[in-house]
């Protein structure tokens, strides 16, 4: 059954990027809430749905809710969407999913009991030119594949206040910006892939401001990520074979990206637009709901295995979060 009828967790700028570019021909929007009354009734009112809700338990009670899109801050991941699970609802949620494996698998295991679908919102996984590079990397089109190196850098403001540089409400450069950089690994190199060496420097407040990672698998393809909260980096992948290599720039919904062709040449390529990002995420989701996926790529696969990448990377570190133990 194709999951139509959504509600929304959150009002901040994630939430309403999902709801101005979902199509509403294909999703009704059916609901929204958050803890702001006074955002609720704004975002409500913007996006013209119909109700509104005090509390996520009101909502979830709503019969005509089938899916529920998580949109809120990463410490609050984890009980939304174990709520929405339990109440038969499908999730679709922002990353970091969630703070550890163990809250992931636990979500899962509810959900195969509950007969709902759970994915996470790392847009790589679905944007089509991402696919693309899959899959020329799986038929050998790059030959033999060798490393994938990943850079990711913002430069934020400290402010410890802030989420980003909050322990209790989830921060740091890992769970914000090193989730795309390891996903895209995880990506490209399969659930195989191990962390192998990570270093860390922390901020004041404890969580983590930047960080690099070693990672291989089990075909000997190496994987590096080097991520910062306090210096601007390109967005960049470079995806490396025996017969070339692909760069993929200003990810994570990147729509383009350039061969380099071991003769000197290079291929452009072109697929997808970001704006459509949500409703390849549905779409998604929906293929799960109905057991009618053809691809080998299961994003639930996906995220496991780098949250258990994390997990091994933050008890390198002696990294912990207030709400991990839940």
Known sequence: MKIKNWGICGTGFIAHDFASKINREDVNLVGVYDINADAMSQFAEQY?????????DDMLQNPDIQGVYIGTPNSTHYPSALKAVSAGKNVLCEKVFSLTEAQYDRIQTIAREKHVVVTEGVTMFYMPVFRKIKKMVEDG???KLSAVNVMFGSCKDFDPANRFFSLQKGGG???????????SIVFFMGTSTNLLDTEVVKASTGVDEKSSYILENDDNVLGTANITFRGKMPKQIVVSGSK???VITN???AEKATIYWN?????PLDEGDENNIFDYEIKTLNQYAEENYSDNIDTRLLTKRVLQIMDSARGKWGLSFPHEDL
């Open 173 to 183: 450069a890992l769970f914000d910006i090193g989730t795309y950089a390891l996903s």
């Open 263 to 267: 003769d000197g040449t290079t291929e």
């Open 141 to 143: 089109e790059l030959g």
């Open 244 to 246: 070339g290599y692909v």
């Open 48 to 56: 013209q749905i119909p109700n509104t809700y005090n509390t996520i």
């Open 251 to 253: 990810f994570p919904r």
